[in-house]
């Protein structure tokens, strides 16, 4: 009986260094999942950081409060992209104003912002058709984008326009 009792207690002991071992190791694996995400949350903040600093620092150049040639030639390149963004939603603006139907005044037929006439009554349609195409503009000197003339930056590129 005794051999049992000292097979049985080597058991349990084996058995209950196995279950310390692995407390341990999932002890270990709980603090390296904690110390992952707290670097994972300080790396999202610091991005952030950079890119409120990048935003800033763009902001001062384009303002020239902030000269720097390596600096300037980041510049010319979000500016080129700021350009090309501006142009793709002044298109995608265009698109839905296309596709934006109103009733014509005579006969409530539907017409477009660029008909000029009514495709059922023949009616005129000036009031639909004019707009930003009577509107006096002028050219933005750093992106050469077209400009109301009575604006005071540029829609595009933010600059400061010459009066």
Known sequence: MSDLQTKL????????????????????????????????????????????LGEVAYQKIRTGKLESPELGQFFLKIAELDQRIFQAQKALEQLNKKEHAWGCSNCGSQITANDKFCGSCG?????????????ETIVCSTCEEQVPSQASFCACCGSRLAV
């Open 9 to 52: 207690g080597g058991g349990l002991n084996l058995l209950q260094d196995s279950l310390q071992q692995g407390k341990q190791k999932l002890q270990t694996v709980q603090e390296v999942s904690q110390f992952k995400k707290l670097i994972q949350e300080h790396a999202e903040k610091r991005a952030e950081l950079l890119l409120h």
């Open 123 to 135: 009616q005129r349609q000036e009031q639909l058709a004019s707009g930003i195409e009577s509107m």
